[in-house]
């Protein structure tokens, strides 16, 4: 008999965790929950001392701020051991080490975190998971890419406020490509013709 698994999808309660994380130099626990009141974008990526990974890694610390903006916390999680990503936050950036993050790095070194988050490839390694949380804890978006190509972290600024957008106006829409400041339209057959017979 074979089990079922179940997989994530939006509107599901993002599952918690209790691991190790690094950030300044240190190492401490973190609880997903003990984010909550605050929106998380949670990534997942293969392997400390990569390749992609420090592309992605530097470039969700370097925007931040922007995050931050948004009440929004940064995580990243890999299979890694914290002394891994420590001896990796310690190399300088020109040599492909990370340097100094604005955000934590997570230990899943048993891989229970990957396995929760349905994205641990048959090699042993996480996949390149992307999950925007809310608030209340309920997973709105994710993203998996495979291993050889990073994600965007302009489009993950651009999907967080989207989500934000709708979730303080419930009774709109944001079209597709839709930037803070662009039109929204309302789900309705005849309220949306508005938007339609404007573009």
């Excluded at 392997?47 to 925007?63: G, N, R």
């Excluded at 990503?85 to 934590?104: F, I, K, M, S, T």
């Excluded at 009774?171 to 573009?199: H, L, N």
Aim: proline share 5%; charged share 25%.
């Amino acid at each position: 008999m074979t089990s079922e698994i179940e997989y994530l999808r939006v509107g599901m309660k993002a599952p918690d965790f209790d691991a190790t994380a690094v950030y300044d130099q240190e190492f401490f626990p973190v609880k997903l929950s003990d984010y909550r009141g605050k929106y998380v974008v949670l990534f997942f990526y293969p392997l400390d001392f990569t390749f992609v990974c420090p592309t992605e890694i530097t470039a969700f610390s370097d925007q931040y701020d922007r995050f931050k903006k948004l009440n929004t916390e940064v995580l990243g999680v890999s299979v890694d051991s914290e002394y891994a990503h420590l001896a990796w936050l310690q190399a300088d950036r020109e040599v492909g080490g990370l340097g100094n993050l604005d955000y934590p790095l997570i230990s899943d070194l048993k891989k229970d975190i990957s396995k929760a988050y349905n994205i641990l490839s048959d090699d042993g390694v996480a996949l390149r998971g992307l999950f925007i949380i809310d608030k209340e804890g309920i997973l709105q978006h994710l993203l998996v890419n495979n291993l050889a190509f990073g994600r965007s972290v302009e489009e993950t600024l651009r999907t967080l406020q989207a989500i934000q957008y709708v979730q303080s106006h419930p009774d709109e829409v944001c079209p597709a490509d839709w930037q803070p400041g662009d039109r929204t339209m309302a789900p309705d057959p005849s309220k949306s013709k508005e938007y339609f017979s404007a573009i």
